[in-house]
């Protein structure tokens, strides 16, 4: 028995279902049955890739593998913002990118891409599971109570773009239909889906933005906060669209179980 694994949290799953099917894999061979397993470290539901489980004693350990630094590939969808800064989350603004070309848009990302790297303070996402005053910051948002929302500060090594690619009306309606649809449990995914299909079948936009990167980051960063500022900061609106874990400390997608 291994006191680290490194499982591959599919998309639409929680840590926690991750975690119940390795152990359901593992009920043959009676490994794990009796042994207490954490996460360290989480995953929302509609990012996928590296997650770290501890196992036995190394649970003792949890705090020196919450502080270890992450890479992550994601990409950016731009033209809507969403509450919750992903594609699952209630759209909150759109704008139809008439007046901008593919190039343009990407001059625009790779000159304000500095101002994501180095250290500076990041605002945690309404939709967290930071806590404030015992209360996570999600069910604040979700009872529509008012609660100042912390910051910490972030360490970016580097961020990378690789470019914009584009993806038609019809392809981008089912792709989101798809992946919400991966997702169990109370996320306010019926309502979510009714906005995207209202919002995409009143848009005259035929087709859409979505750029790609790649960012090696401190722990505790959220990525999704990135894509949502650096759309403030290029005033166009935009979310996270994708994003996948890829390294974890010295453990990488080459060792996921």
Same mark, same amino acid.
């Given at each position: 028995?291994?006191?680290?694994?490194?499982?591959?949290?599919?998309?639409?799953?929680?840590?926690?279902?991750?975690?119940?099917?390795?152990?359901?894999?593992?009920?043959? +061979?009676?490994?794990?049955?009796?042994?207490?397993?954490?996460?360290?470290?989480?995953?929302?539901?509609?990012?996928?890739?590296?997650?770290?489980?501890?196992?036995?004693?190394?649970?003792?350990?949890?705090?020196?593998?919450?502080?270890?630094?992450?890479?992550?590939?994601?990409?950016?969808?731009?033209?809507?913002?969403?509450?919750?800064?992903?594609?699952?989350?209630?759209?909150?603004?759109? +704008?139809?990118?008439?007046?901008?070309?593919?190039?343009?848009?990407?001059? +625009?990302?790779?000159?304000?891409?500095?101002?994501?790297?180095?250290?500076?303070?990041?605002?945690?996402p309404i939709y @967290?599971?930071?806590?404030?005053?015992?209360?996570?910051?999600?069910?604040?948002?979700?009872?529509?109570?008012?609660?100042?929302?912390?910051?910490?500060?972030?360490?970016?090594?580097?961020?990378?773009?690789?470019?914009?690619?584009?993806?038609?009306?019809?392809?981008?309606?089912?792709?989101?239909?798809?992946?919400?649809?991966?997702?169990?449990?109370?996320?306010?995914?019926?309502?979510?889906?009714?906005?995207?299909?209202r919002e995409l079948?009143?848009?005259?936009?035929?087709?859409?933005?979505i750029g790609s990167?790649?960012?090696?980051?401190? @722990?505790?960063?959220?990525?999704?906060?990135?894509?949502?500022?650096?759309?403030?900061?290029? @005033?166009?609106?935009?979310?996270?669209?994708?994003?996948?874990?890829?390294?974890?400390?010295?453990?990488?997608?080459?060792?996921?179980?």
């Open positions: 028995m291994k006191n680290i694994v490194i499982l591959n949290k599919k998309q639409g799953e929680t840590p926690l279902e991750a975690l119940g099917r390795f152990r359901k894999k593992n009920k043959q +061979n009676k490994k794990y049955k009796d042994i207490k397993m954490t996460y360290a470290g989480r995953l929302d539901p509609m990012a996928s890739g590296l997650l770290l489980i501890l196992a036995g004693e190394e649970i003792k350990q949890k705090e020196k593998y919450l502080v270890l630094g992450k890479e992550y590939e994601f990409e950016v969808l731009f033209g809507f913002i969403t509450d919750t800064y992903d594609i699952l989350g209630k759209v909150v603004h759109s +704008n139809i990118l008439t007046n901008i070309g593919m190039k343009d848009l990407g001059r +625009n990302v790779k000159k304000n891409l500095k101002f994501f790297t180095g250290k500076f303070e990041q605002t945690y @967290s599971s930071k806590t404030v005053k015992g209360k996570p910051l999600f069910e604040y948002a979700r009872g529509g109570e008012e609660v100042e929302v912390p910051t910490r500060e972030v360490n970016v090594r580097s961020l990378k773009f690789f470019g914009i690619r584009t993806i038609g009306s019809k392809q981008f309606l089912k792709n989101i239909e798809k992946r919400i649809g991966l997702v169990r449990g109370d996320f306010r995914q019926k309502e979510i889906l009714q906005i995207w299909q079948s009143a848009t005259k936009q035929q087709k859409f933005f990167f790649k960012i090696k980051c401190s @722990s505790g960063t959220y990525v999704r906060g990135i894509a949502n500022d650096l759309g403030k900061k290029i @005033s166009i609106p935009a979310l996270a669209y994708s994003i996948k874990r890829t390294k974890i400390g010295k453990w990488t997608a080459r060792i996921v179980k």
